[in-house]
């Protein structure tokens, strides 16, 4: 079955600590986009990349980091610089072409310790 | 900044009623418009999707779009409480990842 998948679906951090959520899609899809949500918001977005290799900023890419070594893979490392980590993180890809929607995976929700 | 508005609700609608959702967007060169359902603590999932001005409908579903209006909408038939959950409209522009709203929350009360 083809999907995105999140893993964990849960995760803790300790005060000063990196933690690295993963996502994967077997959707061969081009582009992927990390977001933030806290309680009862709307989507944040934190990183996207539309291609292997390259990556861009959202709207508040501060205190996290990424990568996109595979077409397969975006994960998202949050850093201790990010003072307010606790949220659900969501990934999503979409196949090329503005015109297509986003499909997403199930989330990791990380709380701090 | 390119924006996708929406009323945050709550909506509530007794069993049975037709929910009404609306959406304005502020980018005339959106060409796609996605509505996403989002039940408490899960992900988004997409339930329609419209392209052309007009109607389509999808089961209990219609979205509706007017280009000239800048205006796009979800009506939900027949609203059910397992309808209930906040409902999310989308739009791309331009290069830029998809725009989310910041999303509608249905109850339908049984």
């Known amino acids: 079955d083809g999907g995105i998948t999140q893993s964990p679906k849960y995760l803790f951090r300790k005060e000063g600590q990196n933690v690295t959520l993963s996502c994967e899609q077997n959707?061969?899809?081009?582009?992927m986009y990390w977001y933030r949500q806290d309680p009862g918001q709307g989507l944040r977005l934190i990183y996207y990349?539309?291609?292997?290799?390259?990556?861009q900023k959202g709207d508040i890419a501060e205190g996290y980091s990424v990568s996109r070594e595979k077409k397969e893979s975006f994960p998202l490392t949050v850093t201790s610089a990010q003072k307010n980590p606790t949220a659900f993180y969501l990934c999503?890809?979409?196949?090329?072409?503005?015109?297509?929607?986003?499909?997403f995976g199930d989330g990791t929700r990380l709380s701090i310790l | 900044q390119k924006e996708v508005e929406q009323n945050s609700g709550p909506l509530s609608v007794p069993e049975g009623a037709i929910a009404s959702l609306n959406c304005t967007y502020s980018?005339?060169?959106?060409?796609?418009f996605f509505w996403y359902r989002q039940y408490s603590g899960k992900s988004p999932e997409l339930i329609m999707f419209?392209?052309?001005?007009g109607d389509k409908e999808d089961g209990r579903f219609t979205a509706q779009l007017n280009k000239a209006s800048q205006y796009v909408s979800l009506l939900i038939r027949d609203s059910q409480p397992s309808d209930s959950a906040t409902y999310l409209c989308?739009?791309?522009?331009?290069?830029?990842?998809?725009?989310f709203g910041k999303g509608t929350r249905l109850s339908v009360i049984a």
């Open positions: 999503a890809s979409m196949a090329g072409g503005g015109t297509q929607p986003q499909h």
């Open positions: 959707l061969n899809h081009d582009a």
């Open positions: 990349s539309q291609i292997v290799n390259d990556f």
């Open positions: 980018d005339r060169g959106s060409q796609s």
């Open positions: 419209i392209y052309s001005n």
């Open positions: 989308a739009a791309p522009s331009g290069n830029t990842p998809l725009v």
